[in-house]
């Protein structure tokens, strides 16, 4: 069975710039999850979707972080414009919902120069 | 809030000691409780979970006790082998599975 899937794994951009991250979960898990992880900390929700309803984004930043995951499969967080504090790992996570196991992908280290 | 404190690291050890990476958190109610591990440049994996007091995870020679007393759920292992090298999280799941997640400790085996 294939994991969950995140692409780019590296992503290095000058600070302004937008930048956006894709996740597609284990087939047939309906609740996926976005992470900030910084360097030397655990991992920190931004924003949960049951199926294509986001549930909780009350820690997305939404001045400048945006998610969306239109059919209720893959999802794209975006970043625009880029700040310098937005270097980190960004994680993509599934589940089915009812079970409280999540499957983490292997993240997007994103540097903002 | 909800909160999960990890002891510092790097913890190393030789090959076939004994290991322990303490973990206390502070919540209301009784959340479940979970160790993750995170491999070099993998994603991170749960290694092992306990959802009420007195319950007992245990995976791959590790093994936690969920202590209600102490609201502790410290990480052990009899005999770690240098494969066993990674960072652990410790994480308790709030309502709406939403994972609280201590610092994360490092955790280095020299053969």
């Known amino acids: 069975e294939a994991g969950v899937v995140q692409s780019p794994r590296y992503k290095i951009i000058e600070k302004k710039q937008p930048v956006a991250f894709w996740c597609n979960p284990i087939s047939g898990h309906n609740t996926l999850y976005w992470y900030l992880q910084n360097l030397g900390q655990g991992p920190e929700l931004l924003i949960r979707?049951?199926?294509?309803?986001?549930?909780?984004d009350s820690q997305l930043p939404k001045d400048r972080f945006s998610a969306e995951r239109l059919k209720g499969v893959d999802s794209t967080l975006k970043i625009q414009p880029a700040e310098l504090g937005d270097s980190a790992v960004y994680l993509c996570?599934?589940?089915?919902?009812?079970?409280?196991?999540?499957?983490f992908g292997p993240g997007t280290r994103l540097t903002v120069l | 809030g909800n909160s999960v404190t990890q002891m510092e690291g790097p913890v190393t050890l030789s090959e076939e000691a004994f290991l322990t990476i303490n973990c206390t958190y502070t919540?209301?109610?009784?959340?479940?409780l979970f160790w993750y591990v995170q491999y070099p440049g993998e994603g991170l994996q749960l290694l092992l979970k306990a959802t009420k007091a007195d319950d007992k995870g245990s995976n791959k020679g590790f093994e936690a006790t969920y202590r209600k007393e102490t609201t502790s759920f410290h990480l052990e292992k009899g005999s770690v082998q240098v494969s066993d090298s990674a960072v652990y999280f410790c994480a308790l799941q709030e309502y709406g599975n939403k994972l609280v997640f201590g610092a994360g400790t490092i955790l280095r085996v020299k053969s």
């Open positions: 996570a599934s589940s089915l919902i009812g079970e409280n196991e999540q499957f």
């Open positions: 919540a209301t109610g009784y959340p479940s």
């Open positions: 979707y049951e199926n294509e309803e986001a549930v909780d």
